[in-house]
């Protein structure tokens, strides 16, 4: 048993020193006590950071043994851990989200006694594939990483498809995991069965890098070095294994410990000639169309494209990786089906290029047939071809394109855009002004297509519809700061909505892995919590029940944000696979219910939410109840508190 | 039979010979046994309860005269599967056409306050 010393040192105080960030520190000594760290500062401290005996003393534990103690059952020196806390702090990480592990014990102490659960603060997860879809959700809105802390062997596993989805996505994903790999000093039972040789081995796949160290320096330098991989485009996934006797071995006197400088990478962006070469062919076109997926990450992102379309009054279909695009913006559109008037294509970090210019019709002779024009210029710009691993397909089918530029699309749209600006003659600049007419007059009746495929699409029936759930909700909301966390409900709200911040939408799970909506919602709500934005939430149903202990999550950490579950009752998409199996071989077409719907019994999310300690509304089965439930709804939000409520809806 | 063919068959279904069609008259069905026919063989998984679409075509109200219908379910040419009569009987999908014509007709969007408040 560890027993407690004494303490004179103000608390206030320790906190300044702690709460340093991106400083280089050195640790060393008999003690383990850190310095400054003098040419290596990557960012000048606030503060000085204190010794470990002062800070130890401080927050009132003991891993600094007495000079009487020979107690062998006490840590020898400083903890390990408390070595690695100071390297996750030293790179300004928010948020740890994890499932408790007893390979991750000796940091998981760290956290929370030396590093007093603040900066990063731990997010109890009941699951660690929602620990990861949290870190994803979480980084497309704050736009900077978190740690997803799994348990060796088991929890990593667990979290496997939550890493395919951060690595589909483009998602840069910290993943820790701890693992005893000295078989002399692991614990027998249990702790072995959940040791490995090589943990990153089950996911090295869709990882962008990993690494096992064998000594802290080791780790200080491997997380710098994985962050700084992680944050270079194309973001993605890495992982660093927690080894467990690193953890929980003091430090060694007289080890010299040193956190290497960090600095943020600079994304690679495309290079000048081949950029005026793709001004001249978008300046002389008659129909360019830009098609983005995740291109814009930040609002000067968003910005640039907004300024290459209009210099070009170009057609933006927004494929909703990212919210790349306004919404409302007359250029703007969905769907691939306007590429095919098109004479050039820019593609903007696309992940399909070749799903984006063909159409494939899943039927028994698999037809595919090109979208585009013969002849039409094909343009791409994006990281994709940068990192790439061979095993999983993510990468969609090969397509050839006239220029290829392997750059960062955010970072290219500046030049590009200059690019474009001094190609434009005056003959040119006349016949782009025509095409923005045309776009202006389609822009206004699309506006009232949409009001009324919104009546047709069964406004007043019951169970609701996805456009009068939008719709309704749409004047709740309009006036405040609000942003959309979950799914897109089928493009209503991306048709009804006016999305005009680059916030407002992050995009889908990428590797379409169902179970990532509510984890990952409740992600991008905590990183939006400290906006004070209002976060909604249309959450499937089955991606619930996946780990509805996301739900729990958020009123434990009193996450505020507007749950509505699009409650349809069905794995919906499989259905009509059934239908088209039962087709092909002229077999009874009544059966497809079995194993695809959610129903005897139905699920009460009302009471669901309620068991967790989340306010539950409904289930509301009628339109005419939507708007006092989701009055009261976002009451609740208002006032910091998550809220979950049921709505009984069409199938899609 | 080819895709050629097969689009042949069907625009001729939708299209060329809809003289000839508009003559025929859909066979006799049931609304209410449409209805449940509906529900029983899925179709409501893709065109909503009330037949409204999204994602799959909209089918009611005004549903396609029942030739270019049956031809349709018959030889899809798209992502919807075919439906031959023997998954599908011919009086089941009389019996839903039956049932889509019963549909009334969709709400006058200007008449809907909340409507204009969208997309601006």
Known sequence: MKKNVSSTVDRRKFLAGVAVAGAAVTAEGARGAILPGGEETARAPSATRPSTVLAQAEISTRSVPGPADGNPNLTKGRPGSDFMLDVIKSLDIDYVFTNPASSCRGLHDSIITYGDNKKPELLTCMHEESATAMAHGYFKVAGKPAIAMCHG????????????NAWCDRAPVILMTGNSRDANTRRPGVPTTHSVQDPAAMIRDFLKWDDNPASLQHFAESLVRAYRIAMTPPHEPVLIVLDTDLQEQGIPDGAPLRIPKFSVPVPPAGEPNALREIARLLVNADRPVIVADRCARTEAGLKSLVQLAELLNATVIDQGGRMNFPNLHPLYARGSGGVAQADVVLGLELTDFFGTVNEFIDNTEAQQSSRIKPGAKLISIGTGDVFIHANFQDFQRYQPVDISIAADGEATLPSLVEAVRTEITPAR??????????AQAAYVQSKQQMRAAAAAAAWDASPVSSARLCAELWPLIRNEDWALVGRALGGWPQRMWN????YQHAGGSGGAGVGYNLPSAVGAALAHKEHGRLAINIQPDGDCMYAPGAIWTSAHHKIPMLTIMNNNRAYHQEVMHLQRMAAWRQRRMDRW?????????????????DAMGVAGIGPIE??????PALKKGLDIVKRGEPVVIDVVMQPR | MTRFAMLSSILAGLFCSSATFAAQAPPPGDAERGKAAFLRYGCYTCHGYDAQGVPG???????LAWPAFSSFVRTSPGEMPTFTPQVLPDQDLADIHAYLRSKPPTPNPATIPLLQELGR
């Open chain 1, 499 to 502: 999305f005009d911040k680059h």
């Open chain 1, 429 to 438: 600049r006349a016949v782009i002004e025509k095409r923005g007419q045309a």
């Open chain 1, 593 to 609: 219910h079995i194993a695809t719907t959610i129903r005897d019994p139905y699920v009460s999310f009302a009471k669901l939410a």
């Open chain 1, 153 to 164: 062997t088991v929890g990593l596993q667990h979290a496997t498809m939550g890493i395919y």
């Open chain 1, 622 to 627: 009628t339109p005419a109840d939507l708007a």
């Open chain 2, 57 to 63: 075509r909209k089918l009611a109200p005004n549903p």
